[in-house]
């Protein structure tokens, strides 16, 4: 029987990516904010292509749908411009969408209805197909904080400035040697990277209780930590250099050089405690640099391992996280026995664990279905939007 529960939430997802999408102007929804960065229209799309495509023609068998749309929402089918070119006017996509998404529902709420297949079993299809959607909900609100930076007018003001802070060594907390579990328990209903379940051996060390603040950065950004060539690693600078990145992705600065930053509403003044949102794993690790030697109570400072942040949350020993994805310091990797997706549905693309670097936590856009302590984001290390910030761990007390 299926899930009504996760059928409801599938249901609502529908609205809230039809929403997104129906309620910008229409030449917004079809444009390009960034080198690389598809249009809304194209995000829409993918997602109702990929619900059909593994519940039409990889559970019914039928791809009569499916190939119709493949060389428009398929990576890699045709040149991404070529892609987003070939997209249909607003109306015509919507009207597509929705019937579609309509039939989906029904058959999903039928299972009686489907041929027997193992995707069915145990709530798996459904589950990870809300999980997928769910992804691509987070990409769409990315772009729209494109839009708003691609929009920005002149006339912000800030009223109350942010202020540079330290890390305070007092504010760390200890986590124990010892053996700890890492890993998904159940594996129909999560991606193949989260498996298998296992245990870790942990060496003792320090841990921020909380991201690396707005406060916090900015102490990096006023030591001139963007231009401190000996922070970076060869490839960070070579990066820096070339875009000339001087500050996160979503500061700007008003009429006085105060620092604000741009979110899905536009501008807003930064608040000293709440993450640092926009830094890419270049920027993250430069800051863990000059932390290690901006006092001694930070000697040793670097970016969290994932298994650390996540064996911190399963002791109950983090409590203050899902505001800002935040950057490990490990590459993606899959794990030890690592079971690739016999199905397909929940795998892990190969380009993946070729250099893309773990992040842990989520954002304040992450919605439930991947707040969990196994699921594990990941990207390049150039990555600046994502809501992404930091967590920096050190060594224990002599």
Known sequence: MTNPRLLGQLSHTHELLEQLFRDLPEADGYRSYAPGLPPLAWYY???????????????????????RVRHLFEPGAAPEEEQWRGLPPRDHLLNWALEIQDENLMR?????????????????????????QHRIYEQMLAVLC????????????????LQPQRIDPAGLMEISQGHYRIGAREPALVYDNELPEQVVTLSAFRMQRRPLS?????????DDGYTQ?????????????????TAPHHWRRDAAGHWYGVGLNGPFELVAAEPVLGI?????????AWATQSAEGLRGAALQHEYQWEVAVRIQALREFGRAWEWCANPFHPYTDHPA????????????????????GGSLYTQPSLRRPSFRHHAEASARRLFAGARLIFPPMD
Do not use: I, K
């Open 108 to 132: 999903l709420a039928n299972p009686g209805r489907l041929p027997p297949h193992p995707l069915l079993a145990g709530d798996r299809l459904l589950s990870l197909l809300l999980q997928e």
């Open 280 to 288: 890419s794993h270049h920027e993250a690790s430069a800051f863990a």
């Open 214 to 222: 707005n406060a916090e950065f900015l102490a990096f950004l006023h």
């Open 45 to 67: 799309g993918r997602c109702v292509y990929l619900e059909t495509h593994w519940l039409r023609a990889v559970v019914q068998g039928d791809d009569d749908l499916t190939a």
């Open 146 to 161: 494109e839009r708003q930076l691609a929009n920005l007018a002149d006339g912000f003001a800030v009223a109350h400035p």
């Open 341 to 360: 997706a016999a199905d397909g549905l929940g795998a892990t693309p190969p380009r993946a664990f070729a250099g893309d670097f773990s992040l842990r």
């Open 229 to 245: 060539e000996g922070l970076w690693s060869a490839a960070g600078w070579a990066w820096r250099q070339r875009y000339e990145v």
